[in-house]
């Protein structure tokens, strides 16, 4: 029953999911490829417009992750999902009509207000489905779209600025990458369910495994999932393992979501023309979901997730350093060096993110955990201000700082695994020195929660 009921969910919830984070990295990556398309000479602003842009996108994406998330668990999430789809699909569509750098800003602002609560309303929507080590394999999938966004979109584009119409190539890109998003928001409630034992596509048999199976999983308590209280709050911002995962969380996805947006700029540092820059940058992204797919998938296997994320972040690290060592001559080598470094960019932020869920039992912190460390699209902030042109065509100084912030999210991931496993061995004795009685009692006793009982062990 298990596998199959698996199977079902990931029939039905993953791939459209997965479609609707695809058209998000489309969304958010586009402007690099309008970039390769010459978008700010044919509206008549500076290059560094466009950086600006892309860094303003930020100022409403993380600050409002906490606050649009938590309206979205009070709304509910299938419903917010489908209005965050719309509403971000239109924005994009408005891109091909843009005079100005004025709103080209306007767009990026509002766009970042529109995208930031899909992400982590989207993971925790997983976690309602599948139990702790199930997910890790099923939200890389859904969060791998991330990746395959960054391959798709250097092939849409190459098809796209091929057309001869009367528009502008990258205003057919922002008209077709902003249709589809809304005609998703048109199919969303109707596929996704509001939770397991609502699931029309579920047999009652299925249903009722299902919501039994999550309240046994240490990592749900289906009877909260609806509320959102301020003890929820307070007990994710006083939380050790978030704010710290969320450093490292910055620092490690500097190479994939920093980078994502200008990565057909630096591919075209590397001497490849324009069109061809952006076929260029396929290989790269194909590579990182394959890895992505396969380290979770090792993840789950092994229900452990420290020493994947730091197999992720040793691959970036020697691509970076494969990038700035071989001169830029050597274009095979340092465009090599590109393709190992987008194979591990993508490993630590899904991985960030489930092993966070896991290990927060309570629905209404978990909501808020996954939310703040939403706060890892900084490093996008990062690399937007990074990545200028006066840096190419090698970006030397970029890649540089880029390896810097990776080697710290490395020790910091070793850091939170020391201090969970110190946790697990206080506990394991506190545990052998109570009775029965005073375990059960434990469980039951609302003074200690979710992640703080002693009976709680933290997955590492």
Not at 105 to 117: F, H, S, V
Not at 143 to 153: E, H, I, K, N, P
Not at 417 to 425: D, I, K, M, Q, S
Request: aromatic content about 14%; proline content about 4%; overall charge positive.
């Amino acid at each position: 029953m298990h596998k199959r009921l698996n199977r079902k969910l990931d029939i039905y919830i993953i791939p459209f999911l997965a479609t609707i984070y695809l058209f998000n990295g489309l969304d958010r990556s586009n402007l690099g490829n309008a970039q390769t398309d010459n978008f700010s000479t044919d509206i008549g602003i500076p290059a560094s417009a466009v950086n600006q842009a892309t860094s303003l996108f930020f100022v409403t994406y993380i600050p409002f992750h906490p606050i649009i998330v938590g309206y979205g668990k009070k709304m509910g999430q299938t419903r917010f999902i489908t209005m965050l789809c719309f509403i971000w699909g239109l924005l994009t569509l408005c891109h091909a009509f843009i005079k100005n750098d004025a709103q080209l800003i306007a767009i990026r602002l509002l766009m970042g207000a529109a995208e930031c609560g899909f992400y982590p309303t989207a993971v925790s929507y997983l976690s309602y489905f599948y139990p702790r080590y199930d997910l890790a394999f099923r939200f890389s999938l859904f969060y791998s779209m991330f990746s395959v966004a960054g391959a798709f979109g250097g092939l849409i584009a190459f098809g796209v600025f091929q057309i001869n119409g009367s528009l502008y190539g990258w205003q057919y890109l922002f008209i077709i990458e902003g249709a589809v998003p809304i005609l998703l928001s048109f199919a969303a409630p109707f596929v996704l369910a509001k939770e397991a034992k609502t699931a029309w596509y579920l047999t009652p048999e299925e249903r009722e495994y299902a919501e039994k199976r999550m309240i046994i999983d240490a990592a749900a308590n289906l009877g909260s999932a609806t509320k959102l209280t301020k003890r929820d709050i307070w007990e994710a911002c006083i939380d050790w393992r978030l704010w710290v995962t969320l450093v490292g969380n910055i620092c490690s996805t500097l190479a994939g979501q920093g980078l994502a947006t200008f990565f057909p700029v630096v591919v075209k540092g590397l001497g490849f023309s324009g069109a061809i820059a952006n076929l260029m940058t396929v290989p790269p992204y194909i590579a990182g979901s394959v890895v992505l797919l396969l380290f979770a998938w090792s993840s789950d296997r092994h229900k452990e997730r420290t020493f994947h994320i730091l197999g992720g972040l040793i691959l970036v690290v020697v691509g970076l350093i494969l990038t700035l060592v071989l001169p830029l001559e050597n274009t095979g080598g340092r465009y090599a060096g590109l393709i190992v470094l987008l194979s591990g960019s993508f490993i630590s932020s899904p991985l960030s993110a489930v092993w966070l869920a896991g290990n927060t039992p309570e629905p209404g912190k978990r909501v808020i955990v996954i939310s703040f460390n939403g706060w890892g699209n900084l490093s996008g902030v990062i690399g937007s201000e990074l990545f200028q042109p006066q840096y190419g065509p090698d970006y030397r100084f970029p890649l540089k700082v880029t390896l810097a912030l990776i080697v710290t999210s490395f020790f910091l991931y070793i850091i939170v695994n020391c201090l969970l496993r110190y946790a697990n061995h206080l506990r394991a004795k506190k545990i052998a020195s109570m009775t029965p009685e005073e375990i059960e009692e434990e469980n039951k006793s609302d003074v200690r929660v979710g992640d703080k009982k002693y009976t709680f062990v933290y997955g590492l």
